[in-house]
């Protein structure tokens, strides 16, 4: 039930914050706007790396697969993408989408076992879910 609940709050910060980003882009710039959401967080995380126990940072370069420390790279891509697109779409329309795309490669990576992710079987219903999931961003677009 926590994971849930934590999902959630997580849909909800990135939601909230793609609106910050977007308005904070309108009085600035892409890059400008992208750079402050890359570094608040890197302070955040150093704060938060002093008040809760400075594990090693050492440990990074005994990760075993390299390519996942892409993700702050891929974090630089996700916060343009989304500000582009709020801008664009709007807040709604863009999460949507967002959501959606979210849980199409989510399940890519699941049934072809990328990324050290365990592999699961094919199920008609998770594609059914999709579909649903696609034709509810139709409704709600259509005008």
Excluded: D
Aim: charged residues 10%; aromatic residues 12%; contains cysteine.
């Amino acid at each position: 039930m926590l994971g849930i609940w934590i999902a959630v709050l997580s849909g909800a910060l990135m939601s909230i914050q793609g609106v910050f980003n977007t308005e904070v882009t309108k009085q600035s710039s892409l890059w400008v706007s992208t750079g402050w959401v890359q570094l608040s967080a890197f302070v955040v995380c150093i704060a938060a790396w002093v008040c809760t126990g400075r594990q090693s940072v050492g440990a990074l370069w005994q990760v075993e697969h390299k390519y996942t420390l892409l993700g702050g790279v891929l974090g630089a891509f996700i916060t343009i993408t989304v500000i582009k697109s709020m801008g664009n779409l709007g807040p709604a329309k863009a999460t949507m989408l967002i959501v959606i795309a979210q849980l199409a490669v989510s399940y890519l990576v699941e049934l072809f076992g990328m990324f050290g992710v365990g592999k699961q079987p094919f199920e008609w219903r998770k594609l059914w879910g999709m579909a649903v999931a696609v034709a509810g961003v139709i409704l709600f677009k259509w005008e």
